[in-house]
Every structure is written in C-alpha cells, then in structure tokens.
C-alpha cells in the first residue's frame, strides 16, 4: 500500500509541473473532494478539480511545484513543496493579478482509496503570496 501512496505522490507532483491536466485529474476518484484550504475554497467531483486546475495554470505562468520532502503511507500521502510562478490572471474574484513574480511554501496532504485521490487538502501561505506578488485581498 505505501507504494501506491509513494506512487501517486510522485505523478501528482510531476503533472502538476507538466501542466497536464489529463494526467493530473485521472489520479483522483470521481467523487473527489479539493479543498484549498487557505483560501476557503472546496471542490467536489472530478469535473470541479479538472475547472480548478485548468484555471491554475491560466493564473499562474511559469507554476512550478518543487517537493522539499514527499512521502506515502498506507491511503496517505503528502508532500511539503515552494510553488513558483508568475501572477498573470485572476479567477479569483476580488484579487487582481499584478503579472509579478513568487515563490511560496505549503504542503499537499492527500488521502487516497484504490491508489487515487479521493480527498486533496492545500495549506499554503497566502501572506507571502500577497506581498510577494503585490496583489490586495
């Protein structure tokens, strides 16, 4: 089992710095649930986390996720990482994008069933994004 978890960690990061969607969406069940957590946004079902992603990477060019340590045990994983990037759109309403520059850390807990991801928890810290980026909440 903990392979599995080792498993799905790893492709998660690498299609999150693929940019692919396809590859991202198929780790997770149908009846997933997203939940980014500093921002108080919850998503369920698959279709929601496919709008969520896609609207990531319209947000943010040049996203990277560099792991700082991943692992998996049993029906868990998780990963500590700095996500990088340019703030070049918002579909977030009320934050406007200011084009700049960020490197932010947060961690991934991800709780999985049958080797996918049933729930997606993100903790990140929103504060350095906001200076960094310039962007007002």
Not at 9 to 26: I, M, P, S
Not at 74 to 100: C, N
Request: charged share 25%.
């Amino acid at each position: 089992m903990a392979t599995d978890a080792n498993r799905v960690v790893r492709e998660y990061l690498a299609a999150w710095n693929a940019h692919d969607v396809e590859a991202l969406t198929a780790l997770f069940t149908d009846d997933c649930v997203y939940e980014d957590v500093a921002l108080g946004r919850l998503e369920q079902g698959k279709e929601r986390v496919r709008a969520l992603v896609e609207s990531v990477f319209v947000d943010l060019a040049d996203f990277r996720m560099e792991a700082a340590s991943a692992f998996g045990v049993g029906d868990w994983a998780a990963t500590e990482w700095t996500m990088t990037g340019r703030f070049v759109h918002s579909t977030v309403p009320g934050l406007a994008a200011t084009g700049r520059s960020f490197a932010v850390r947060g961690a991934t807990i991800l709780a999985l069933r049958d080797g996918r991801i049933r729930r997606n928890s993100d903790y990140l810290d929103v504060p350095s994004f906001l200076r960094q980026t310039g962007a007002k909440q």
